[in-house]
């Protein structure tokens, strides 16, 4: 491990005016480090995004520094709420998008009387050497 001298000459200099003592590690200066609650995140997470008053209930990262900030006055960055997220075992999920004029019953129906003459057209083009 390489120092710097004028780093051990530092420590020499305290060690000589005051024994093991002044090596000892001090507190750092400036305001103590407030982490997240990150129970209290997960109560807030719980009670759903419409509670916190947005339209729909998905959390993104965006929303959840919004909560952070509000609930313990705390300002993250989007991506490491991800990742602190992730730590607490949430994952990320899409939600399905589906058109508007979506019909179940005849999409499944479509899959089972329509497809398989599709599948059956296409590997028959494919076998006599390709669409043309």
Known sequence: MLLQGNLVSGWRQRWLAGGEAALASRSIPGRPNKGLD???????????????????????????????????????????????????GWSVQKPQVQAREHKAGKVETWFKETWPEVEKNRRVRRYAGGWG
């Open 38 to 88: 990150r129970e209290r995140l997960e109560r807030d997470l719980s009670l759903g995004a419409t509670h916190w008053g947005w339209q729909t209930l998905r959390w993104t990262t965006l929303r959840v520094a919004e909560v952070v900030q509000r609930t313990q006055k705390l300002r993250y960055h989007p991506d490491h709420l991800r990742k602190v997220l992730r730590q607490m």
